[in-house]
């Protein structure tokens, strides 16, 4: 039969989808005819399959070499529970079951086989596989070559190796790194030059962007968690780890089943919360950014940063790492004054050259510009990977416009402030002098001063202290006003400001929205955006779908541990989303489900109708 042909049929038996993703397709097919490939795709945008179902077209074992050892056995548990022969070699391993997975691709008796880097370059290794017959090689997180980047892998420049033991086997390298330079370092390292690549768009439709003004972060991130993820897997990225430790005690605290993550934690601590995060439901994981490579949870359903991001690489990487499953996830990030100082502070204390430091200012300068930017959110994010796109409909900015007002009296009245103050006492004020002087408040320290006798106290009682601190944060981002770290985070005019205060520049500023969006209110569209339209739920079916929704899951949850898998293993919240919104009645009709191919039909069918059927009653 011919390999495309047997693909889609492979895709709907096995893993029980109707349709290829995107370029799904053309991948499969190229792999599959022999073909090498270097394939860029987003996270969540479907990579795994591009490999997995050549490999089942082709005869012989596929070889999947991935550097995360700790979640090998949940993607081979994965494939089993698809009917699929899956094993792993790893250092995790007892020698016997090494023996026994040596032995099984000698008689041909593996379809996939995922192995670590370290392991694959040992002659044994190499041995084995010369042995046995290859369907395929597939390079998974293949950005680790890449000597520039942060998950940079020694191992993985050997793998060259492979074009000249194994030159005829097909090779496909994956990443969700987006880069041109990364990508070149692939092809060269890896001998990929004859490789066709397939570079799909990176934006990630299902996730909505939305940044806000910090005023209490811990108390902004508990309401949101409540309001709109309660009972829901999330990850709260924060910069340190005293954070990460207080703020998860502070969710914990508050009902939230939150759990710490970074590497001051023992490793057996560290992997126990990895465990429960990826294997219970609506765990939320609070980490630096040690966390998450790998993470395939496909139903993370928002990621949080309480602190900002170092650069949009940064945030476009760790937000991605929600709503894999292509169901609405959230990305949401809270921001403000104090985070602009710490990280110009951070790089000034860094030990890199002048150079270093003006790249990673730069990066810095790019996130900011995201923060504060008026226009789509989604827009600024593609433009800064050089992808060309319109206004989403799906961020803060294109729900709620921000005004955009004009602030240059605000600036100026807020420059001659921090003049005066300065003029009068002879040193400079932090951030709270500045604004209770603009807002005419004579606290202790105003008068102790004597800054209620200045001409500029009382003058900015039209805002108030947000509002001015909005402006003040803004001022900084532009480099008109400069927070001095050395003494005390006091204010600064900067050589720019002169204009300003001259009148000779105009300023437009945002506005801080009063009230941030919320979904509160759509939680019942989840279900359709599920299959992309393809199933019509009715409106009003939601009530009862939760009750059939709930019990799925609580089905679903038993039988994942009686397995010893992750429940994403067993079947996709898109898969009993689905259900609970269609309840099929038999067994055929549970055939035409997204997520059911014949072996989980065989294995659980019977078990699902009747779970439905009893809360359906
Ligand atoms: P990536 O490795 O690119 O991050 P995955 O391969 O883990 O993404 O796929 C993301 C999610 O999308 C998985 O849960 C996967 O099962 C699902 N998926 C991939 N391709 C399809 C498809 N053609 N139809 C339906 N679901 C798909
Ligand atoms: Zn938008």
Same mark, same amino acid.
């Given at each position: 039969?011919?390999?495309?042909?047997?693909? +889609?049929?492979?895709?709907?038996?096995?893993?029980?989808?109707?349709?290829?993703?995107?370029?799904?397709?053309?991948?499969?097919?190229?792999?599959?005819?022999?073909?090498?490939?270097?394939?860029?795709?987003?996270?969540?945008?479907?990579?795994?399959?591009?490999?997995?179902?050549?490999?089942?077209?082709? +005869?012989?074992?596929?070889?999947?070499?991935?550097?995360?050892?700790?979640?090998?056995?949940?993607?081979?548990?994965?494939?089993?529970?698809?009917?699929?022969?899956?094993?792993?070699?790893?250092?995790?391993?007892?020698?016997?079951?090494?023996?026994?997975?040596?032995?099984?691709?000698?008689?041909?008796?593996?379809?996939?086989?995922?192995?670590?880097?370290?392991?694959?370059?040992?002659?044994?290794?190499?041995?084995?596989?010369?042995?046995?017959?290859?369907?395929?090689?597939?390079?998974?997180?293949?950005?680790?070559?890449?000597?520039?980047?942060?998950?940079?892998?020694?191992?993985?420049?050997?793998?060259?190796?492979?074009?000249?033991?194994?030159?005829?086997?097909?090779?496909?390298?994956?990443?969700?790194?987006?880069?041109?330079?990364?990508?070149?370092?692939?092809?060269?390292?890896?001998?990929?030059?004859?490789?066709?690549?397939?570079?799909?768009?990176?934006?990630?439709?299902?996730?909505?962007?939305?940044?806000?003004?910090?005023?209490?972060?811990?108390?902004?991130?508990?309401?949101?968690?409540?309001?709109?993820?309660?009972?829901?897997?999330?990850?709260?990225?924060?910069?340190?780890?005293?954070?990460?430790?207080?703020?998860?005690?502070?969710?914990?605290?508050?009902?939230?089943?939150?759990?710490?993550?970074?590497?001051?934690?023992?490793?057996?601590?560290?992997?126990?919360?990895?465990?429960?995060?990826?294997?219970?439901?609506?765990?939320?994981?609070?980490?630096?950014?040690?966390?998450?490579?790998?993470?395939?949870?496909?139903?993370?359903?928002?990621?949080?940063?309480?602190?900002?991001?170092?650069?949009?690489?940064?945030?476009?990487?760790?937000?991605?790492?929600?709503?894999?499953?292509?169901?609405?996830?959230?990305?949401?990030?809270?921001?403000?004054?104090? +985070?602009?100082?710490?990280?110009?502070?951070?790089?000034?204390?860094?030990?890199?050259?002048?150079?270093?430091?003006?790249?990673?200012?730069?990066?810095?300068?790019?996130?900011?510009?995201?923060?504060?930017?008026?226009?789509?959110?989604?827009?600024?994010?593609?433009?800064?990977?050089?992808?060309?796109?319109?206004?989403?409909?799906?961020?803060?900015?294109?729900?709620?416009?921000?005004?955009?007002?004009?602030?240059? +009296?605000?600036?100026?009245?807020?420059?001659?402030?921090?003049?005066?103050?300065?003029?009068?006492?002879?040193?400079?004020?932090?951030?709270?002098?500045?604004?209770?002087?603009?807002?005419?408040?004579?606290?202790?320290?105003?008068?102790?001063?004597?800054?209620?006798?200045?001409?500029?106290?009382?003058?900015?009682?039209?805002?108030?202290?947000?509002?001015?601190?909005?402006?003040?944060?803004?001022?900084?981002?532009?480099?008109?006003?400069?927070?001095?770290?050395?003494?005390?985070?006091?204010?600064?005019?900067?050589?720019?400001?002169?204009?300003?205060?001259?009148?000779?520049?105009?300023?437009?500023?945002?506005?801080?929205?009063?009230?941030?969006?919320?979904?509160?209110?759509?939680?019942?569209?989840?279900?359709?955006?599920?299959?992309?339209?393809?199933?019509?739920?009715?409106?009003?079916?939601?009530?009862?779908?939760?009750?059939?929704?709930?019990?799925?899951?609580?089905?679903?949850?038993?039988?994942?541990?009686?397995?010893?898998?992750?429940?994403?293993?067993?079947?996709?919240?898109?898969?009993?989303?689905?259900?609970?919104?269609?309840?099929?009645?038999?067994?055929?009709?549970?055939?035409?489900?997204?997520?059911?191919?014949?072996?989980?039909?065989?294995?659980?069918?019977?078990?699902?109708?009747?779970?439905?059927?009893?809360?359906?009653?």
């Amino acid at each position: 039969m011919q390999a495309g042909l047997r693909a +889609d049929q492979i895709l709907r038996d096995v893993f029980g989808y109707p349709a290829f993703r995107g370029q799904q397709r053309d991948i499969v097919s190229h792999v599959a005819e022999g073909g090498d490939a270097l394939v860029l795709m987003p996270t969540g945008g479907g990579k795994s399959l591009c490999f997995q179902i050549p490999a089942l077209v082709r +005869d012989g074992m596929g070889v999947v070499v991935s550097p995360l050892i700790a979640l090998m056995h949940d993607q081979v548990a994965a494939l089993g529970e698809a009917g699929v022969r899956a094993a792993a070699l790893n250092s995790s391993m007892t020698w016997a079951d090494v023996q026994s997975v040596e032995r099984r691709a000698r008689q041909g008796e593996i379809d996939l086989l995922y192995v670590a880097p370290e392991r694959l370059l040992t002659e044994r290794c190499l041995d084995l596989l010369a042995a046995s017959k290859l369907a395929l090689f597939a390079i998974d997180e293949a950005h680790c070559v890449s000597q520039w980047g942060h998950d940079f892998r020694p191992e993985y420049i050997r793998l060259a190796v492979l074009a000249e033991r194994f030159p005829g086997v097909p090779r496909i390298a994956l990443t969700a790194t987006a880069d041109a330079l990364t990508r070149k370092e692939i092809i060269e390292r890896l001998h990929l030059q004859n490789a066709r690549e397939f570079v799909s768009s990176f934006d990630r439709p299902n996730i909505r962007y939305r940044i806000a003004e910090k005023v209490s972060a811990r108390k902004q991130l508990l309401e949101f968690i409540r309001s709109e993820h309660a009972g829901e897997a999330g990850i709260v990225y924060c910069l340190s780890r005293n954070t990460v430790d207080e703020t998860a005690e502070f969710l914990a605290g508050h009902g939230v089943n939150a759990l710490p993550y970074h590497a001051g934690l023992d490793s057996s601590t560290r992997e126990l919360n990895q465990n429960r995060f990826i294997r219970e439901d609506g765990v939320v994981m609070v980490a630096t950014i040690a966390f998450g490579m790998g993470i395939d949870k496909p139903d993370v359903r928002f990621v949080a940063h309480i602190d900002l991001p170092k650069s949009i690489e940064g945030y476009y990487q760790e937000t991605g790492r929600a709503g894999r499953d292509g169901l609405p996830a959230d990305a949401w990030m809270v921001y403000g004054l104090a +985070d602009v100082v710490q990280q110009r502070w951070m790089i000034d204390q860094s030990e890199g050259d002048a150079s270093y430091k003006r790249i990673i200012s730069t990066k810095l300068d790019a996130i900011l510009g995201l923060c504060e930017t008026t226009a789509c959110r989604r827009v600024t994010l593609l433009d800064y990977f050089d992808e060309p796109s319109k206004p989403c409909d799906n961020c803060d900015n294109c729900i709620t416009p921000p005004q955009e007002w004009d602030g240059t +009296d605000a600036a100026r009245k807020l420059m001659s402030c921090i003049f005066r103050c300065e003029q009068a006492s002879g040193f400079s004020f932090g951030a709270q002098q500045i604004v209770d002087v603009l807002r005419g408040k004579s606290t202790q320290k105003v008068l102790q001063f004597g800054h209620e006798r200045l001409s500029t106290f009382g003058i900015g009682a039209d805002l108030d202290a947000t509002q001015w601190r909005s402006v003040l944060r803004q001022l900084v981002m532009l480099g008109l006003v400069k927070v001095d770290h050395e003494r005390f985070n006091t204010l600064r005019l900067t050589e720019a400001s002169r204009e300003v205060l001259r009148g000779q520049r105009r300023l437009s500023l945002r506005r801080q929205v009063a009230r941030p969006v919320s979904r509160r209110n759509e939680r019942k569209d989840r279900t359709r955006v599920a299959a992309n339209g393809v199933i019509g739920v009715a409106a009003d079916a939601g009530a009862a779908n939760i009750t059939v929704f709930e019990a799925l899951r609580g089905w679903r949850r038993d039988v994942a541990k009686e397995h010893g898998v992750p429940a994403y293993t067993i079947f996709h919240d898109s898969t009993l989303h689905e259900l609970a919104g269609t309840l099929p009645r038999s067994l055929d009709e549970l055939r035409s489900i997204s997520g059911i191919g014949a072996t989980k039909l065989e294995r659980y069918g019977t078990a699902l109708l009747e779970v439905m059927q009893r809360a359906a009653e």
